[in-house]
């Protein structure tokens, strides 16, 4: 990473997995559909390679990869359609770092309280999907986001929420009672949109933290 971090502290929160330092700098975002472009500009400016994934063979070699927000059927459908479903599971349980925003934290999630529909069922949660309202109700809120010394603002559009999570994910954000933002081994889920915002900490936590860049 260029060496861009928000001065705040976050370093403090883990150490470095010395085991990736080594590993490649390229970031994936999955490009089936939804809010594509505005992750890879703010990647880029951190100084990582991002690059588009539209296929299975695109995972190979990434340090990570983003499910941006968009429409969670639309994206799980082409991603059934793709073999994408399977390939990502397979680069998260070999152990490559994940981070869902929006459609993808409902992508995320191991249940739904909502209608059948395809899963990754990367993290042990139960996400309720347009938890918030529908689009009418998009609303920005400040959130204090656990090892973020200044509050984050969260710009959420038809957002999910867990409504509850297992063993080995750790709660990082809440609004009210409910689940904005998550985290586990090499997983990171966010209900709202960091990619909208020219606030970068968010995915300069998940590439330190998550991808251990
Ligand atoms: N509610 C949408 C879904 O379930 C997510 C909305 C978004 O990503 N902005 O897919």
Known sequence: MAGSRADNGERR???RRSDREEGPKRIGVLALQGDVREHVEILRRLGVEAVEVRSVE???GLAGLIVPG???TTIGKIMVESGLLDGIRSFFYKGGPVWGT???MVLAASATTGERQPLLGLMNALVERNGFGRQVHSFEKDLEI???EKPFTGVFIRAPFFEDVGPGVEVIGKVGDRIVAAKGENILVTAFHPELTDDAR???YFL???CGL
């Open 13 to 15: 929160v883990t150490a």
């Open 58 to 60: 695109d995972l190979s």
């Open 70 to 72: 968009g429409e969670s």
């Open 102 to 104: 929006c459609a993808g």
């Open 146 to 148: 656990e090892g973020f």
């Open 202 to 204: 968010f995915h300069e």
């Open 208 to 210: 330190r933290e998550v």
